[in-house]
C-alpha cells in the first residue's frame, strides 16, 4: 500500500470510530457487569460468566450451588454424584467433575450410603 492508501484507511476508521461516539454507545441494564472483554460461556441458549456461574444440566446455576448424593452433599459445579454399587448396601460416591464415574476410587472421593 502506498502511503495515501494508509492515510485514507485510518481516516476512514477515525470516522466510524467518530460515527458510533455521535450516535452514543448501547446501554446496559441496570446492575449489569462490563462484560467486553470478560470471557463467557453458553450454557443452552444464555450466556454466563464462568467465575459466577456453570452450566448444570442446561441450568446456569451459581458456584455456590449444592445437591444431595445418598447422605452427603456435593458442590454441582466442581462434582458429581456416582452411583456405587458395594453389594449387599447401595452406596454413592462425589468425584471430581470430569473424571468418569467408572474410574477406581481415589482418596479425592466422598462415599456416602444410600438415604434409607
Known sequence: MTPGCH???LSMALCIISLFC??????????????LCQAHSRCGGKLYDPQQHCCYDDAVVPLS?????????FR?????CCPWSLRPQETFVVKVRGQGCSLARTLDDMVCS???
Open 114 to 116: 444410600s438415604v434409607s
Open 22 to 35: 455521535a450516535l452514543g454507545a448501547p446501554v446496559s441494564p441496570t446492575g449489569a457487569h462490563l462484560m
Open 65 to 73: 450451588r449444592t445437591r444431595k448424593c445418598g447422605n452427603c452433599t
Open 76 to 80: 454441582v459445579c466442581f462434582e458429581q
Open 7 to 9: 492515510i485514507l484507511a
